[in-house]
């Protein structure tokens, strides 16, 4: 018997490698740098839900809002994680709409890289095709520009 992971077929067509032995370590190691940041995120959301940033004091101004007294894109952000923490959706789109929109891509590039990593698979470090990069980029300057005029204050923090 060797120490080498069997493939087990998946519902999806996939393989994933049986874990034993020397292979679960294997395993545990590949998986400590997602792990590490899913535990990061978990502690810095906890922290945002348990500390109410809508109090004055408890986390600086936006270095930007403070300097110009327009908002940039991730104004309200931490308002923002603070709602979807305690479960006020309507209250974080009316806070930061693109922060909520993100967070399921942020979801779906760590799910992509964790299950990289578990497949002992490289993980591409071409992120997306240029254009769709462009384009996100382009949408942030867009909600940057939009929330700071006066036909775009429903987008304003």
């Known amino acids: 018997m060797t120490d080498e992971p069997q493939p087990v077929p998946l519902s999806r067509g ?4 049986e ?7 294997r395993l545990a190691a590949r998986l400590l740098r997602p792990g590490g940041v899913l535990i990061l995120s978990v502690a ?14 408890h986390y600086p101004t936006c270095p930007f809002l403070a300097l110009t007294g327009f908002q940039c894109p991730g104004c309200g952000s931490m ?8 479960g006020h959706l309507q209250e974080a ?23 990289a990593r578990a497949l002992d ?27 700071n005029l006066p036909v775009g204050s429903a987008l304003a923090a």
Do not use: C, Q
């Open 121 to 147: 698979r490289p993980v591409r470090t071409k992120v997306a095709h240029p254009a769709l990069i462009w384009i996100l980029f382009g949408t942030i300057l867009l909600f940057w520009l939009i929330r």
């Open 19 to 25: 874990v034993r032995g020397g292979a679960r370590r």
């Open 44 to 57: 810095a959301v906890s922290y945002v839900a348990a500390v109410d940033p809508n109090e004055a004091g």
């Open 79 to 86: 308002r923002t994680v603070h709602a979807l923490a305690h």
């Open 93 to 115: 789109f009316g806070l930061n709409v693109l922060t909520v929109a993100m967070l399921p891509v942020l979801v779906f590039f760590w799910l992509r890289w964790a299950r």
């Open 14 to 17: 996939g393989l994933v490698p």
